[in-house]
């Protein structure tokens, strides 16, 4: 059953039983719902911008271990960080779940999110890794916008 | 294989009735003895899609090694041994449902198009405004939206038989909807989410008090239940070929030759009309108005294999074999503190959907999976089933003739697997 440790890490379990940022903002910038009608998987994603800078991410909903940790840790990993940083990040997990690249070379800018490289090897779970982050790049996407039109 | 079109022309009920045991029907299952992902196949995913028996694989193959070629217009040999297996097939269909007459089997892909079909034909034609169509809350999708399509289309409005907690339906309150608006009742009869087994005797015998025609969703009743559409007095029956042992693509729509003769055709096309110019084309006779181009024909000719394969069995026999079953996994399930059982109607098939305390059907079933087991984790397309309880979705596992108690107990074996993952 080592694939299942590989997927199920301590790390995902943690967040998966803990979720960091499970709360819901009243005064965030952006809400954006991510679903995954094939499983049901459900959340609403809250930002605060500071500037170009994620001041704050929180999310809640339900869905399964994976979309919950990778919501967890995807909360704690884009806070501060920049929207050009914040899409670095979103393409770099994206081919890490997907196996795109190895993630021993890129350890110290993934930090906790180098725990769902084990998903790659389950691809009908792909989708619960990355609906967080495809749900956030829209809210990135959408501030883009709603910036260049100001 | 020569000789195979011969007996795909006799009756199934001239084949005779085998003694029931388990391990001898695995042995039929080809797929049954794979291994999964190193360990050994345990297949609880039936209610999703039954694996085929040897004999269904090599009437497939047979049909395309000797005797394949299109139907209903031919003058050749060919195409009069598959219009010859074709049209038998059909009658073998009519006899596993007892209906009366061949026109009254119609082949489709599956109880979706079939039920897709009532609505576009018998529904167009028949409701209008305010009308109102019965479903049940626990039914599948695929008899929710084609008719929610319909009442788009019409104006005509869908009324819902409430349930209980335990998943089965009131029928107390489905007799008061019954009205002078009252069109039609379309209920599932056996919920593939629940396991729940619907009185569709009685469902049929108060509609019919009030004068209103009723289609059985058979999808998930006709490998458990024998059935009997004279019997039970059914306007309409649909079931699918995948689901009995036979092949996908394949289904069926049983209807009354009354209902049938006066619905309009459903597609246009070849085979599906008498003549036809630029002003003016007449259409076939029931059933061929409704099987519009180039229908399935192997889909049909195996799945007449699959009826005389399971047919080959006592049905009584094989339910209370998945009884058997359904009453020790409940037993072993309930025995689980963090599990809870979804659906716990009396009247049960062999469908057993369950969540765990704090871990996901998805995990669920990922972990079971690298156990070799294969089981449902979602929404089993009835997300008004879900909505009811309070649940995204359930695991589910489901029995068919093949299963065993080592299955059950592997379960078990597997659902501590993920607990411990989840500790």
């Known amino acids: 059953m080592d694939e299942i440790r590989d997927l199920y890490q301590e790390v995902i379990l943690d967040h998966n039983k803990n979720p960091r940022n499970f709360h819901r903002m009243d005064d965030a910038d952006a809400v954006l719902e991510g679903y995954n009608p094939l499983c049901g998987d459900h959340y609403t994603f809250f930002v605060k911008f500071d500037g170009d800078r994620i001041d704050a991410v929180s999310f809640d909903g339900s869905g399964c271990a994976i979309s919950k940790a990778s919501a967890s840790i995807m909360s704690a990993a884009l806070k501060g960080r920049t929207r050009a940083e914040a899409e670095r990040l979103f393409e770099l997990f994206t081919a890490i779940v997907t196996g795109k690249i190895d993630p021993v070379e890129h350890v110290a800018e993934l930090g906790k999110l180098a725990a769902f490289a084990g998903v790659a090897e389950f691809p009908v779970r792909v989708k619960c890794a990355t609906l967080p982050w495809h749900t956030l790049h829209g809210a990135l996407e959408g501030t883009e916008h709603h910036v260049s039109t100001e | 294989m020569a000789t195979m079109w011969n007996e795909t022309a006799s009756s199934i009920a001239t084949v005779t009735t085998a003694a029931f045991d388990p391990t001898r029907v695995r042995a039929d299952f080809p797929i049954l003895a794979r291994p999964v992902r190193g360990k050994p196949l345990v297949y609880l995913d039936s209610a999703a899609s039954t694996q085929k028996p040897r004999v269904v694989i090599d009437t497939l193959a047979g049909f395309y090694g000797e005797d394949y070629s299109n139907v209903h217009r031919g003058v050749h040999f060919l ?183 006066a619905m309009p055709p459903y597609q246009g096309g070849g085979d599906m009309i008498l003549s036809v110019s630029f002003e003016r084309t007449v259409y076939n006779e029931v059933p061929f108005r409704f099987e519009a181009g180039t229908p399935n024909i192997a889909g049909a000719i195996g799945l007449a294999a699959a009826l005389r394969y399971f047919r080959g069995f006592d049905v009584d026999a094989v339910a209370s074999h998945e009884q058997a079953l359904l009453r020790y996994a409940t037993e072993r399930l309930q025995a689980i503190d963090a599990l809870r059982i979804i659906g716990t109607a009396e009247e049960k098939a062999s469908v057993l959907s369950f969540t765990l305390c704090a871990v996901h059907p998805h995990d669920i079933g990922t972990i079971l999976d690298q156990h070799g087991i294969a089981v449902r984790a979602g929404h089993h397309c009835a997300q008004p089933v879900m909505q009811f309880f309070g649940i995204p979705a359930t695991a589910r596992a489901s029995f068919a003739m093949y299963n065993t108690t080592e299955d059950v107990d592997a379960l078990v074996h597997g659902i501590e697997g993920v607990l411990e993952v989840f500790a």
Not at chain 2, 85 to 106: H, K, M, P, S
Not at chain 2, 158 to 184: A, D, W
Not at chain 2, 209 to 223: I, K
């Open chain 2, 79 to 261: 195409s009069q041994r598959a219009t010859d297996q074709y049209e038998a097939a059909r009658g073998t269909v009519r006899d596993f449902l007892n209906a009366e007459r061949d026109e009254e089997i119609i082949f489709v892909r599956g109880t979706t198009e079939a039920i897709n079909l009532v609505a576009q034909t018998y529904g167009r034609a028949n409701f209008g405004p305010g009308d109102e169509i019965i479903v049940s809350a626990i039914e599948h999708h695929a008899n929710i939206v084609p008719w929610q399509m319909l009442c788009e289309q019409t104006g005509a409005v869908l009324r819902v038989i409430p349930m209980n907690e335990r998943g089965e339906l009131r029928l107390e309150e489905f007799e008061s909807m019954l009205g002078p608006r009252s069109k039609f009742v379309s209920v599932v009869h056996v919920s593939n989410a629940l396991g729940t087994v619907n009185p569709v005797e009685t469902i049929i015998e108060i509609a019919h008090r009030h004068g209103v025609p009723v289609l059985v969703d058979g999808a998930q009743s006709v490998q458990h239940l024998p059935i009997d559409v004279r019997a039970l007095d059914a306007d309409f029956f649909t079931f699918s070929g995948h689901k009995i042992y036979g092949p996908t693509g394949i289904g069926v729509l049983y209807g009354k030759k009354a209902l049938l003769d």
